[in-house]
């Protein structure tokens, strides 16, 4: 699978800080899906974009894939110590997901 | 419930010594597929199946194997385990593995040490 670069790879914030995590491809992504892995736990399903410039909202979580598709962000606003995982992108093929290396976020109460 | 298990949870072997780690899962999935997670590198897949009796390497399928004899069965082999496959390994499966949009269900890990 192709290369999804994701940064940074690890992020401290102060409870009420915002976060924001990215994602890079140097080729045209079919879709973006990102998945949230709580410390000790398995990756969970966050949601797919597969629009050009799509933007989807969860609540505080805020998704975007950008207009060329080759990369996207995940912007939590107000972090909350539930906030606390390694957030990660992955490419969406017929076969396989191609992940990206994950943003490790630690919320400072 | 809807779910993926693995079984054992964690495992501490030795070189050499043959292991099966198990997936099942009781959603009728299609689609099956083992990861290894590694420190910085993220997620990276070592074998799927797409179907009953039909499977495929991965990015790293060096020193594994899998079979598909049942739908709901994925199990991972490691013949002759090394050190360097010390990981921690999900199993993950998604209903139609012909859609680009299709979502993966992960199940809940494996711990592997190979001393």
């Known amino acids: 699978g192709q290369q999804v670069m994701q940064i940074p790879q690890y992020q401290h914030v102060q409870e009420g800080e915002d976060f924001t995590t990215y994602c890079n491809s140097s080729t045209t992504l079919s879709n973006i899906q990102w998945y949230k892995q709580r410390p000790g736990g398995h990756p969970v399903f966050l949601i797919q974009?597969?629009?050009?410039?799509e933007v989807k909202k969860q609540k505080r979580l805020t998704f975007q894939f950008g207009e060329a598709k080759k990369n996207s962000s995940l912007h939590i606003t107000a972090t909350q110590t539930t906030d606390v995982g390694t957030y990660f992108c992955a490419e969406g093929s017929a076969r396989q997901l191609t992940f990206g290396s994950g943003t490790q976020l630690t919320v400072l109460p | 419930e809807a779910q993926v298990t693995q079984n054992p949870r964690y495992l501490i072997t030795v070189t050499g010594k043959k292991l099966t780690v198990t997936c099942s899962q009781n959603m009728n999935h299609e689609y099956m597929s083992w990861y290894r997670q590694d420190p910085g590198l993220g997620l990276r897949q070592i074998y799927y199946?797409?179907?009953?009796?039909?499977?495929d390497k991965g990015d790293v399928p060096e020193g594994y194997k899998v079979s598909r004899k049942e739908k709901r069965n994925f199990p991972l082999i490691l013949e002759s385990p090394s050190p360097n496959q010390t990981s921690l390994y999900f199993c993950?499966?998604?209903?139609?593995?012909?859609?680009?949009?299709?979502?993966?269900?992960f199940g809940p890990g494996t711990r592997l040490t190979v001393l």
């Open positions: 993950a499966s998604s209903l139609n593995p012909t859609l680009s949009t299709d979502t993966q269900y």
């Open positions: 199946s797409m179907n009953v009796e039909v499977t």
């Open positions: 974009l597969v629009k050009s410039g």
